[in-house]
């Protein structure tokens, strides 16, 4: 059973920038494909961005594009999610996914998840 736990959540201004880091750890990071997702208050989970296990692929959805960029670093087992340009729609709890041998989709998430981190955006 591998943990993942997320950092970097918090406060930000709308148009500021924040960036959240997952490690994983009890499982080879190199096996798994990530993901984050996020839920606002009074709303579903939503896929936001995912990444394969070397990086060739990547995928967001189409709120994010152009201002969220999702990167992994297999030498240290973290995934970080840049987020820029933030807009208070954004504000939700953020989950880091992970799924083994596979890539987690909008419509597939994988089975492991973190406890999650808050980012609230607003003036």
């Known amino acids: 059973q591998v943990q993942l736990v997320e950092s970097g959540g918090g406060l930000v201004q709308p148009g500021g920038s924040l960036t959240l880091s997952c490690v994983l750890s009890g499982g080879t990071f190199s096996t798994y494909g990530m993901a984050w997702f996020r839920q606002a208050p009074g709303k579903d989970r939503e896929y936001v961005a995912s990444v394969s296990w070397s990086s060739d692929y990547t995928n967001y959805a189409e709120s994010v594009k152009g201002r969220f960029t999702i990167s992994r670093d297999n030498t240290e087992n973290m995934v970080n999610l840049q987020m820029h340009n933030l807009e208070p729609e954004d504000t939700a709890i953020y989950y880091c996914?992970?799924?083994?041998?596979?890539?987690?989709?909008?419509?597939?998430?994988?089975?492991?998840w973190g406890q999650g981190t808050q980012v609230t955006v607003s003036s």
């Open positions: 996914n992970a799924e083994f041998h596979g890539v987690p989709s909008p419509s597939g998430p994988g089975r492991d």
